[in-house]
């Protein structure tokens, strides 16, 4: 039974909206990481993968919350790594890290590279398969960054009602955001570059975490913030430069 008592006090309410917002931030890579990966798949079905990726982390997040004990031993050492003792939770950071600097440096190449000369133009992923392996990817990412979100969690608020109030705000809020977040990335090649620079940054944090380097993430959402600052006054000054070679056309 769940004791909702806690959220009637301004202690719980403060806590729940300092959670609620801190949940939302630390979305923001597993959003990035949604808006890339359906960019892979046709579009009539990118909506509803978002949709499915979004809701598996919510799944992810709450299951992990009722298996607070197993995280809890997830953090005895279980082997031994270039001299670093690693952690069941550590080997979890370190396969998404790694996995997540693959795939953002695969990206990137297609992004900057493109098809070679002559070469034919990437496929899109279609049908059943296509779809699910999309899926499974999102689900690799969907696991470190549950992880990340439910520890994170159990650091700020000690009632198990106001993290999962938490949580279920913070992915409502991701999913109203997602195909906006998506269709401005998709319009504009500069930020979908910026978005994998992003990723491939957050997989060498995870990477590090793991062998007990903790870099903290608002040094990557403050460089990245700057970045895209930048970036949007260059789009907005190429519009308007657009705009004025039209009128004087």
């Given amino acids: 039974m769940f004791d909702f008592q806690p959220l009637l006090t301004a ?4 806590s729940l909206a300092s959670l609620s917002a801190l949940e939302i931030v630390l979305g923001i890579d597993n959003i990035v990481f949604i808006a890339i990966v359906s960019e892979r ?18 799944i992810l997040r709450l299951g992990l919350l009722f298996a607070l004990a197993w995280i809890m031993g997830l953090t005895r050492p279980v082997l031994s790594l270039l001299g670093q003792h690693l ?20 990206e990137l190449f297609r992004s900057t590279e493109g098809p070679t ?16 392996l999309m899926l499974a990817q999102i689900l690799i990412l969907d ?8 520890i994170t969690a159990v650091g700020m608020a000690q009632q198990l009602s106001i ?14 955001g997602a195909n906006a977040i998506s269709a401005f990335i998709h319009r504009h090649p500069s ?16 990477v590090a975490d793991a062998f007990g380097k903790h870099i903290s993430k608002g040094y990557i959402y403050f460089a990245m913030a700057y970045a895209l600052a930048v970036d949007l ?17």
């Avoid at 000369?117 to 699910?132: I, N, V, W, Y």
């Avoid at 993290?163 to 109203?176: K, P, R």
């Avoid at 930020?191 to 995870?206: D, E």
């Avoid at 006054?233 to 056309?249: D, S």
Wanted: aromatic content about 4%; proline content about 2%; overall charge positive.
């Fill in 11 to 14: 202690q719980g309410l403060l």
């Fill in 233 to 249: 006054f260059n789009i907005r000054r190429r519009k308007a430069a657009e705009r004025k070679t039209a009128r004087a056309g």
């Fill in 87 to 106: 952690s069941g939770r550590d080997l979890v950071l370190l396969g998404g890290g790694l996995f997540l600097m693959a795939k953002a440096t695969h």
């Fill in 143 to 150: 696991i470190v960054f549950s992880l990340d979100s439910v």
């Fill in 41 to 58: 798949i046709e579009e009539s079905r990118r909506a509803l993968l978002r949709r499915v990726g979004l809701g598996l982390a919510l």
């Fill in 163 to 176: 993290m999962m109030i938490a949580m279920v705000l913070a992915v409502v809020v991701m999913l109203l």
């Fill in 191 to 206: 930020l979908k570059v910026l978005a994998l620079s992003f990723l491939l940054m957050i997989g060498v944090l995870l």
């Fill in 117 to 132: 000369a002559g070469g034919p133009e990437p496929q899109l992923a279609t049908g059943r398969a296509g779809f699910a």
